[in-house]
């Protein structure tokens, strides 16, 4: 069943005359006169009544004909939405983000690319990294963007951010006065870090025993805000990526540079290389790397 087929009976119908729907199609009116016979005999009806000066639609060819526009519709319409996902006119893309990580990577890259393609849109699901991995390798959400180190082979990669964690202290804390602050000076002191889940936790534990000491954990919060107020309370030292500390405005605080050794806060957009990457996601992530701060 040919759809430019379809079309022309469907044009003979609005007529009621094959000779003039010939003519319009510019056609041979024998040439059309076998395309609608072509048609009745794979449907297995009379689709016209040709007893008359005009053809005339039977029962059957009035059902035939309304099924006919729904079928041309549908194709017309997937065109339409084809060309709107290629032209990047329509699209979903799901992320998955680190509460910590989406602070900073909204509005960096989410709203400035919503910005270019307003019909875009984001589904944003909070989750730590570990569990945003999993769920790009098995398909639930298109993207991640995580801590660095990542599962070797299983990813395509984009870098984002490379940078370090940074301490905030009270601002009586004998710390404060210092240029920088070493991991060893962190020994006695008690830590203040993000719950368990968050890569960045493992990541200041496993620096601390590296520098010969076990972290002394005394709070722990999934809200980088409460974890200043903590701070703000002179409860203890707490540890932020460096872009996220220009959001802190809490006058009780210090923001201090951590030093000899720093912990890095390397954030990178993944992909599971296995799977289809649809025109906006492969659109989003050259954006990215456009406004990425790693050269």
């Known amino acids: 069943m040919d759809l430019r087929n ?3 009976v469907l044009e003979v119908a609005k007529l009621h005359n094959i000779t003039k729907a010939a003519e319009k199609l510019h056609l041979t009116q024998p040439t059309l006169s076998k395309m609608v016979k072509n048609l009745e005999d794979e449907l297995g009806v009379t689709l016209f009544d040709r007893s008359g000066k005009y053809v005339k639609l039977t029962d059957s060819g009035m059902a035939a004909m309304e099924q006919i526009k729904l079928i041309i519709d549908a194709v ?3 065109h339409i939405t084809l060309d709107d996902i290629s032209n990047l006119k329509t699209g979903t893309i799901k992320i998955g983000l680190p509460p910590v990580i989406s602070s900073v990577f909204v509005p960096r890259v ?3 690319f919503q910005k270019k393609y307003p019909n875009i849109a ?3 699901i909070e989750e730590g990294s570990k569990n945003i991995e999993n769920m790009v390798l098995e398909g639930s959400i298109d993207l991640g963007a995580v801590l660095l180190p990542v599962r070797e082979g299983s990813f395509g990669i984009e870098p984002f ?3 370090n964690l940074a301490l905030v202290v009270h601002k009586s804390h004998p710390l404060s006065l210092k240029e920088e602050i070493s991991l060893s000076d962190l020994r006695d002191e008690p830590l203040i870090l993000f719950a368990k889940g968050f890569a960045m936790r493992q990541h200041i534990i496993d620096a601390c025993y590296s520098a010969g000491f076990e972290a002394n954990i005394a709070y722990e919060s999934a809200q980088w805000d409460l974890l200043v107020e903590l701070v703000s309370a002179n409860l203890g030292i707490a540890f932020l990526p460096e872009p996220l500390c220009v959001k802190v405005m809490n006058p009780n605080v210090r923001i201090m540079p951590l030093r000899n050794p720093s ?3 390397n954030v990178v957009l993944i992909w599971n290389k296995e799977r289809y990457i649809t025109k906006c996601m492969r659109e989003f992530i050259r954006f990215l790397g456009e ?3 790693v050269e």
Do not use: A, M, Q
Request: hydrophobic letters at 40%; charged letters at 25%.
């Open 76 to 78: 017309n319409g997937l």
């Open 161 to 163: 951010v490379r940078e």
């Open 263 to 265: 912990i890095p806060w």
């Open 110 to 112: 989410v709203t400035p």
């Open 291 to 293: 406004h990425s701060e």
């Open 122 to 124: 984001f589904e944003l």
């Open 6 to 8: 379809l079309k022309y």
